[in-house]
């Protein structure tokens, strides 16, 4: 068998990119990675991976990123820079074709848009497809798929799409919602992308990819809502701009105004698949809208549920007074405390919480949120515990469950009372330079507009509550080693 070959990767750090570092990776290829700030990718890669620095805009370190590759994909675009974004597209281009016809690089495979050129394309669109025509010219046989939106957790199209639709129960929409497109979830994507580096030498092409249905982004947004149990209303209007749509956009949805703008005018004409061979090329049958919007919600929580929020709290700079830390649509409330004593002592006044042993600070609010409950048919608190002392995955605890514990480390509970959304509840101890350090964590993903207005309305009241339990179980935790 023949030894595989170098594969370079550009545009790692970004969404496309990053995901498809991961799929060459867990198929062990040999791989190199081409980035402005190797240090940013460094800890995210398997040792096996190589990074190397360059900068496609001035061609520095291309020489050298490029020696022995076979296929190297080009996956960069310059949207979010404050300058002219053709003017950067142009350069990068030029000079990655250039260094890559003479490393004998045997394949360049592009990421571009699509869009049909006799609409009137807008800017960025139209610098898609020229850095597309500019790669070809170099003499390297160019595969260049063309995609509309890609949906998945994390995707600027996704990431607008939940943010309008959790924040605005009643949308006024612009006239750019009703344009059909041809959605692509960005597992069918990724499994493209790594299709075609196994394809056998041929000459350039350009093949239009999406996954199977033709929708409007109001037809996407209506079946987010309706996944997440959120009753949405449109009122269409025909005045909004697309630079005034991305004004309104930077106030309501994470994303800046400049880059919502640059999105907008890319989808103010039609994204759909009108050449056909890519089916015919590849053995690949792409997801429906609602499978693709199914897949990104159950990968956001299984990030969630794989996440060490003390990792992520640290990280994130310093906390807002007010609301908590939006993690995705999660809303997150966190607080910590030293303790003079061991990981297992510490655990001990957790594991014995609910029940009998109530919540050690204002049980009687407690009782108030169970009759509450059960008024409006929840389980209140009136199911207590399976067992005072000790707890398994499963067990229910008051109104929460038991999802995740490791004695002597974490507890995490479920809600299972009545609520405009999910609720969990996470303790979590670990060692320190002294003692331990113990970390309470209250979470909660809001069900749109209402969802968020039972959050905050609630937040001073948490704020109350959440401090004299952290405080209530770090004494009981030290009367432990000290009875």
């Known amino acids: 068998m023949s030894k595989p070959q170098l594969i370079l990767l550009t545009g790692a750090t970004g969404y496309v990119g990053g995901r498809l570092l991961k799929a060459l990776e867990a198929q062990d290829r040999p791989l190199r990675c081409l980035a402005r700030r190797p240090e940013f990718l460094r800890d995210r890669v398997k040792p096996s991976t190589e990074v ?4 496609l805009v001035d061609g520095s370190g291309l020489t ?3 020696a022995g590759v076979r ?6 675009h310059a949207m979010g820079s404050a300058g002219s974004f053709e003017t950067d597209d142009r350069a990068s281009a030029r000079n990655f074709g250039a260094a890559a016809k003479a490393a004998g690089v045997q394949r360049i495979i592009y990421l571009g ?13 139209r610098s898609r497809h020229e850095v597309g025509e500019i790669l070809r010219q170099c003499g390297v046989p160019v595969l260049e798929f063309r995609a509309s939106i890609v949906l998945g957790s994390g995707s600027l199209s996704y990431e607008l799409i939940r943010a309008l639709v959790e924040r605005l129960p009643l949308m006024i929409t612009p006239r750019w919602v009703s344009v059909r497109s041809q959605p692509i979830a960005i597992e069918d994507l990724v499994a493209y992308l790594l299709a075609a580096e196994g394809l056998p030498p041929q000459d350039s092409a350009i093949l239009e990819i999406g996954g199977a249905d033709q929708v409007t ?18 009122i269409p209007v025909p005045f909004l701009t ?6 309104w956009l930077g106030l309501v949805t994470p994303i800046y105004a400049r880059i919502g703008r640059k999105l907008i005018d890319s989808i103010r004409h039609p994204t759909l698949v009108r050449d056909t061979r890519a089916a015919a090329l590849f053995d690949l049958r792409p997801m429906g809208v609602e499978e693709a919007i199914r897949r990104a919600i159950l990968h956001e929580d299984q990030a969630f549920a794989s996440t060490l929020w003390s990792d992520a709290l640290s990280s994130s700079g310093p906390l807002p007074t007010w609301g908590g830390v939006r993690f995705g649509t999660r809303l997150v409330d966190s607080r910590t405390r030293s303790l003079a004593c061991s990981p297992t002592e510490a655990f001990q006044p957790i594991q014995r919480i609910g029940g009998d042993t109530g919540w050690y600070a204002w049980n009687g609010l407690w009782r108030i949120r169970g009759f509450l409950d059960l008024l409006v048919g929840g389980v209140g608190l009136r199911r207590g515990r399976r067992h005072p002392e000790h707890l398994l995955v499963g067990d229910a605890v008051d109104f ?15 809600a299972e009372m009545k609520l405009p959304g999910r609720a969990w509840l996470e303790f979590e101890v670990t060692k320190a330079e002294q003692g331990v350090c113990l970390r309470q964590t209250a979470v909660f993903d809001p069900v749109g507009f209402w969802g968020l207005a039972y959050w905050y309305a609630l937040y001073p009241v948490h704020q109350i509550v959440f401090s004299a339990m952290l405080r209530r179980i770090g004494e009981a935790a030290e009367k432990v080693k000290h009875p």
């Open 52 to 55: 190397v620095p360059g900068n």
């Open 64 to 66: 050298e990123a490029l």
């Open 71 to 76: 296929v190297a994909y080009y996956l960069v």
């Open 113 to 125: 848009g699509l869009g049909n050129d006799e609409d009137g394309l807008s800017p960025h669109l």
């Open 217 to 234: 982004y109001a037809d996407i947004m209506r079946a987010y809502a309706r996944q997440r149990g959120i009753h949405l209303r449109m």
């Open 242 to 247: 697309p630079y005034l749509s991305s004004l």
């Open 400 to 414: 929460w469950r038991v999802e995740a514990i490791e004695p002597g480390h974490l507890l995490r509970l479920a």
